[in-house]
T-cell receptor, first 113, second 116 residues
Framework: AQSVSQHNHHVILSEAASLELGCNYSYGGTVNLFWYVQYPGQHLQLLLKYFSGDPLVKGIKGFEAEFIKSKFSFNLRKPSVQWSDTAEYFCAVRGTNAGKSTFGDGTTLTVKP | GAVVSQHPSRVICKSGTSVKIECRSLDFQATTMFWYRQFPKQSLMLMATSNEGSKATYEQGVEKDKFLINHASLTLSTLTVTSAHPEDSSFYIC????????????FGPGTRLTVL
């Protein structure tokens, strides 16, 4: 079975601070990895995804994530956050042979202006 | 990008009644659709995976007779909550996957169900 662990439940930052949200997964095979964002009152949107190739993937709005296979991690980063980044962030994993994704519990990011 | 719509966005019903939620992929064909349930301050819990033209695959612990899923076309899936009870009150989210192109899941805006 696949599982996802997000270590930070709630992160509070000031604008321009750097962000790193942790995500670790458990799965006994090759995976696809995703980060989704849910802005207040809006639906889930894909931030970025990793399928194969370069383990450092860049997504929308200046976000990036690095897949470290040896650590089963896929941490999300942004060098300088903005107030508009306030949202809920979800990491998800999907086995390449599985049809379904498993989501982490989410991290609430609050950016203070 | 691809758009997934859900209808209704919000529904309030009496205990014992049934509620149908529609999920549509607006500009792509979705061979596979997923239904999730999200509790406040919690993650998405996958309820079932729906493949067009075949029976849905339910996750462990999800009652298939209570949560009826129909995926009649490549752009429409429906979730019917039968004989709803207050504990069924939740946020229901559908997702469609544009297999084989892109292989990305697109999420609907969700439906808030409140059972009185």
């Amino acid at each position: 079975a696949q599982s996802v662990s997000q270590h930070n439940h709630h992160v509070i930052l000031s604008e321009a601070a750097s962000l790193e949200l942790g995500c670790n997964y458990s799965y006994g095979g090759t995976v696809n990895l995703f980060w989704y964002v849910q802005y207040p009152g809006q639906h889930l949107q894909l931030l970025l995804k990793y399928f194969s190739g370069d383990p450092l993937v860049k997504g929308i709005k200046g976000f990036e994530a690095e897949f470290i296979k040896s650590k089963f991690s896929f941490n999300l980063r942004k060098p300088s956050v903005q107030w508009s980044d306030t949202a809920e962030y979800f990491c998800a994993v999907r086995g390449t042979n599985a049809g379904k994704s498993t989501f982490g519990d989410g991290t609430t990011l609050t950016v203070k202006p | 990008g691809a758009v997934v719509s859900q209808h209704p966005s919000r529904v309030i019903c009496k205990s014992g009644t049934s509620v149908k939620i529609e999920c549509r992929s607006l500009d792509f064909q979705a061979t596979t659709m997923f239904w999730y349930r999200q509790f406040p301050k919690q993650s998405l819990m996958l309820m079932a995976t729906s493949n067009e033209g075949s029976k849905a695959t339910y996750e462990q612990g999800v009652e298939k007779d209570k949560f009826l899923i129909n995926h009649a076309s490549l752009t429409l899936s429906t979730l019917t909550v039968t004989s709803a009870h207050p504990e069924d009150s939740s946020f229901y989210i559908c997702s469609a996957r544009d297999v084989p192109v892109g292989d990305t899941q697109y999420f609907g805006p969700g439906t808030r169900l409140t059972v009185l």
